[in-house]
């Protein structure tokens, strides 16, 4: 089945993102729309981010819509606790989204999937970030 709404687009990759995170970590995982900080005592965690941006008819004539956006997950550690972990985490994210099969994308089509070391927060000091990001497209059927 074909995503056809914010909310399916958003659940397709959410569940990427969650199977690859429950199989390579322990560490808590936030979500942006979920009441959540992060950890009181520095530890690491993650931050998805689902974004969506303006879109725009898919064919002259046609009834398709189609949805442009973002996905981003921040990976955190505590400064000086080194990044190994950071990298692993990154690292099976982005194979996970390269490799994702069409049935798993259900119309979600990926592309720019990347991690992006972003290092130390210069305002707090208290962590290092990695950020996995991937845009998105999906067409929808404004007639349905």
Known sequence: MAVNTMAEARDVLSGIVQDTWDDTTSIPLLYDNIQGDRPETPGPFGRMVVR?????????????????????????????AGTAGLDVLADALVKALVSA??????????????ATELGIDPSDRLYHQVNVSAQFDYDTNTTS
């Open 52 to 80: 969506h941006f303006d879109g725009e008819i898919a064919a002259l004539g046609s009834s398709r819509h189609r949805a442009f956006g973002i996905l981003f997950v921040q990976l955190f550690t505590p400064s000086g």
């Open 101 to 114: 099969s069409p049935g798993d994308l259900q119309g979600v089509r990926l592309r720019s999937i990347g």
